[in-house]
C-alpha cells in the first residue's frame, strides 16, 4: 500500500534552516504530484509547496514563498521541502501528500484532491 513517510523535522531558531524529507513506496512515485502542508492544532491544515509529477513545475504559499524550495528525486522516490529564514510561525507538523490524479500539471490544495498523507513531522521554531 502507499506510504509517506516524512523525516527531518525538529527544533530551530528563527531565521534558521531546516530539510523535510519524504520517503514513498507502494505506488509509481514519478506519475504522481507531491506536496507539503502544515497544521497547527486547532486551524486547517495548510498547503505550503507542490511540485507536479515530473518536477518541472513548483509551486509556493505565499505564506512561505521565498523561504522554501520543493524537489523531488524519482529514481529515489523522495520529495523534499528546503525551509530557510525559519520564523516562529513557521512551528507545525509537516505532511507531505500524494495527489490522487497522475500527471497533473497544475497545483491543487484542495484537500479532497490528495489521496495519501504521510504521519507528518514536527517543526519547531523557537529562540
Known amino acids: 500500500q502507499v506510504q509517506l513517510v516524512e523525516a527531518g523535522g525538529g527544533l530551530a531558531q528563527p531565521g534558521g534552516s531546516l530539510t523535510l524529507s519524504c520517503a514513498a513506496s507502494?505506488?509509481?512515485?514519478?506519475?504522481?504530484?507531491m506536496s507539503w502542508a502544515r497544521q497547527v492544532p486547532g486551524k486547517e491544515r495548510e498547503f505550503v509547496a507542490g511540485?507536479?509529477?515530473?518536477?518541472?513545475?513548483?509551486f509556493y504559499a505565499d505564506s512561505m514563498k521565498g523561504r522554501v524550495a520543493i524537489s523531488r528525486d524519482n529514481n529515489k522516490n523522495t520529495v523534499t521541502l528546503q525551509m530557510n529564514s525559519l520564523k516562529d510561525e513557521d512551528t507545525a507538523v509537516y505532511y507531505c501528500?500524494?495527489?490522487?490524479?497522475?500527471?497533473?500539471?497544475?497545483?491543487?490544495?484542495?484537500?479532497?484532491?490528495?489521496?495519501?498523507w504521510g504521519q507528518g513531522t514536527q517543526v519547531t521554531v523557537s529562540s
Open positions: 507502494g505506488f509509481t512515485f514519478g506519475d504522481f504530484a
Open positions: 511540485i507536479t509529477w515530473s518536477g518541472f513545475s513548483k
Open positions: 501528500a500524494k495527489d490522487r490524479v497522475s500527471h497533473a500539471d497544475v497545483w491543487s490544495t484542495d484537500h479532497d484532491r490528495y489521496d495519501s
